[in-house]
């Protein structure tokens, strides 16, 4: 069973793979080597790629309660791999596709899997959040109802927001 501590320290991990590794591809450290380097380097930085993502969700519960750490990684440990897959079979497909290409097809797959991935992950942990200060509160009945009412409104905003900026994001690259 994967604890609070174990998670973030693994994600850290990999997400400093992942800065190292992009590091490596941008400032070409591998020098006359450069093809063998991107070759093995580039599908090892895909599979990372979702580490710093984790990295930062799991930093976000950290200080959290422990059922609320539980109630994203119940969802986060099988949703990350499914990513990693799909991203290495992209990467590996036929005619050579690759994120550096500039596949659209990739790269459309590949936004919606983290869009899904990350609001997914931030209603999960605003909902049981919001439930459990309830519960502190000793709030019950048709007030608890009407506070959850509240709160989907408030995560509703949230994803607006952030589906906003991802696709300002996007546009502006």
Same mark, same amino acid.
């Given at each position: 069973?994967?604890?609070?501590?174990?998670?973030?320290?693994?994600? !850290?991990?990999?997400?400093?793979? #992942? $800065?190292?590794?992009?590091?490596?591809?941008?400032?070409? #450290? +591998?020098?006359?080597?450069?093809? $063998? +380097?991107?070759?093995? *380097?580039?599908?090892? %930085?895909?599979? #990372?790629?979702?580490?710093?993502?984790?990295?930062?969700?799991?930093?976000? =519960?950290?200080?959290?309660?422990?059922? @609320?750490?539980?109630?994203?990684?119940? #969802?986060?440990?099988?949703?990350?791999?499914?990513?990693?897959?799909? =991203?290495?079979?992209?990467?590996?497909?036929?005619?050579? !596709?690759? @994120?550096?290409?500039?596949?659209?097809?990739?790269?459309?797959?590949?936004?919606?899997?983290? =869009?899904?991935? /990350?609001? =997914?992950?931030?209603?999960?942990?605003?909902?049981?959040?919001? *439930?459990?200060?309830?519960?502190?509160?000793?709030?019950?009945?048709?007030?608890?109802?009407?506070?959850?009412?509240?709160?989907?409104?408030?995560? %509703?905003?949230?994803? /607006?927001?952030? @589906?906003? %900026?991802?696709?300002?994001?996007?546009?502006?690259?």
């Amino acid at each position: 069973m994967m604890t609070k501590k174990s998670v973030l320290i693994i994600s !850290g991990i990999g997400g400093g793979l #992942f $800065v190292l590794l992009l590091l490596s591809l941008l400032y070409d #450290f +591998c020098g006359p080597y450069r093809h $063998v +380097c991107k070759s093995v *380097y580039t599908p090892i %930085a895909y599979a #990372f790629f979702s580490f710093p993502f984790v990295f930062l969700l799991s930093l976000l =519960t950290y200080w959290a309660k422990d059922e @609320l750490f539980r109630a994203w990684w119940n #969802f986060a440990r099988w949703w990350v791999p499914v990513i990693v897959v799909v =991203t290495l079979l992209l990467e590996n497909a036929g005619g050579g !596709g690759s @994120l550096n290409m500039g596949q659209d097809f990739t790269i459309f797959i590949l936004v919606i899997l983290y =869009t899904i991935f /990350i609001i =997914t992950s931030i209603v999960k942990i605003i909902k049981r959040y919001s *439930y459990l200060k309830f519960l502190e509160q000793g709030i019950s009945g048709d007030k608890l109802n009407e506070l959850k009412h509240k709160t989907n409104k408030k995560i %509703a905003i949230a994803v /607006i927001l952030f @589906l906003t %900026a991802w696709f300002l994001i996007g546009y502006l690259m």
